[in-house]
């Protein structure tokens, strides 16, 4: 069986000394992952709704770096390992604020530098140490001394709103966005030759939006559209003089990484449950599938060398995957995991029970074991399919010695609802089977278990409630060890 290392959002806590202080041995990301950027195949950064993260060594490991937790960062962007600038939002009493932020010490100290009532900033593009422009909603800002000072050099248009920009230097660059004219919503490109003084205007009327903007050289770029339940893949050669659509499909393009003229990569959703990564090699025209995943995949990095990074997670869940092999086989490196039980057999071995039932779809039933004391932790067993599937999410497990144990699982959603089943391993969780069913039980009713006891390997306790309409408490206990 392949081990898979991971490291959680989950606070394992280990006690140091009778005072009762505690040490954090495992953490994983927190807040929703909105941003990658590398600066070299080593070092990188992520931002996310509450903090960043840095790596050093390709995405293997990532480190949390100091942050102003109330800044909710929606896209970084990095010049070097140690200048990069940030924008996001920030609420007071007051309101919200789109916020530019600046580090020039790797990460490790950022400082407001524009700060803005009421708007919403989501793309910024540092073309070098002085130069920076940053969009969003109906303004466009521009800095020529390294965000000391933003200038406002927004068209004086009514009704638009702009996702994505790219500029060659610093007087030459394209906007896109979406364009209210009263009837409908269209797609709208700026461009600009003199630094953003003026800006020439096309409208793209088979689009409602235009984002995502992805140059491969001063002329051709790839970008994705939408028109209304309708999602493009299009490309212009000639810097949006003209623009042609490679394919369209009621899925969602989330993020797409181009490699050259005709090597595209995709992550592919349709919002519930397909979540796929999909390559092209004819310019977006057709695409195969690589790999399906049971999450979101929101953002897709690759590096020179081909090794890969995603971003994605679902119902509060933050993951990251890492490509194996060139450009593809993924597999998941961090993620942040919420768990219901954690049962320790002696001060090293452990197990960790739960899961993210949108995961899994099916069930969210996962064991966790350690044999470090919680330092490091690794998948015994997941519940994607197999012996669990239907199962909802594990509540609670017991072992009884460092073989036999016994897990209780149950409805995913807290509400006391649904039914249980217990299942049990004799072989330290590497492999599970269900010895009840409470779905329904020996009266005929479902019965929802909320916590259970085992003395030993035969006598044992479930408690919960009933989920007919009498909803009333019930006691079952048994002598065998749980068979039916």
Not at 94 to 118: P, R
Not at 330 to 340: A, C, D, G, S, V
Not at 358 to 385: N, P, Q
Not at 457 to 481: C, L
């Amino acid at each position: 069986m392949k081990k898979s290392i991971l490291t959680f959002t989950l606070l394992v806590f280990t006690s140091c000394a009778v005072n009762a202080q505690w040490e954090i041995l495992n953490e994983g990301f927190r807040g929703q992952l909105t941003s990658i950027d590398f600066v070299n195949d080593n070092t990188g950064f992520v931002g996310s709704f509450e903090t960043l993260y840095k790596t050093t060594d390709g995405g293997e490991n990532w480190d949390p770096l100091p942050f102003n937790k109330n800044w909710y960062i929606s896209m970084i962007d990095f010049i070097n390992d140690s200048v990069g600038w940030a924008v996001g939002t920030t609420y007071d009493s007051s309101g919200s604020y789109a916020i530019i932020l600046k580090t020039s010490n790797g990460d490790y100290n950022w400082s407001i530098q524009k700060q803005i009532f009421n708007i919403w900033l989501g793309s910024i593009y540092a073309i070098d140490e002085n130069n920076l422009y940053a969009a969003g909603n109906n303004k466009i800002y521009k800095t020529s001394d390294g965000g000391s000072h933003w200038v406002d050099v927004s068209p004086n248009i009514l009704d638009v709103y702009y996702n994505s920009l790219w500029f060659q230097h610093p007087d030459s660059g394209v906007v896109v966005g979406g364009y209210f004219d009263g009837i409908v919503n269209r797609g709208i490109i700026l461009k600009t030759t003199n630094g953003g003084i003026t800006w020439k205007q096309s409208i793209a009327n088979e689009f409602y939006y235009i984002n995502d903007l992805q140059f491969l050289d001063n002329k051709t770029a790839y970008f994705r559209a939408h028109s209304d339940t309708v999602n493009f893949f299009c490309k212009t050669e000639d810097q949006f003089e003209t623009w042609s659509i490679k394919s369209q499909s009621s899925y969602w393009i989330n993020s797409y990484r181009c490699l050259d003229g005709s090597t595209v990569y995709a992550a592919v959703s349709d919002g519930i449950t397909q979540n796929n990564i999909k390559k092209s090699i004819d310019d977006g025209v057709t695409w195969q599938d690589v790999q399906s995943f049971q999450f979101p995949v929101d953002k897709i990095y690759f590096n020179e060398s081909g090794e890969g990074l995603l971003l994605g997670g679902f119902w509060g869940s933050s993951i990251i995957c890492k490509s194996t092999t060139k450009w593809m086989d993924w597999e998941i490196l961090k993620l942040t995991y919420p768990f219901q039980d954690i049962y320790f057999i002696d001060k090293d071995v452990g197990f960790l029970v739960g899961g993210i039932q949108g995961l899994h779809f099916e069930s969210a039933a996962d064991i966790f074991f350690t044999s470090d004391g919680g330092k490091t932790w690794e998948f015994r067993y997941s519940a994607g399919g197999g012996s669990f599937s239907g199962s909802g999410i594990f509540k609670t497990s017991v072992f009884v010695n460092n073989l036999t144990g016994f897990c209780l699982t149950g409805s995913g959603f807290g509400w006391g609802l649904g039914f249980s089943k217990i299942y049990k391993t004799t072989d330290s969780g590497n492999s599970w089977s269900q010895i009840y069913d409470f779905n329904p039980d020996l009266n005929g009713y479902s019965f929802s278990g909320n916590d259970f006891y085992f003395r030993n390997e035969q006598i044992g306790w479930v408690v919960g409630r009933y989920s007919d309409n009498s909803s009333g408490a019930g006691i079952f206990h048994t002598n065998d060890g749980g068979k039916i």
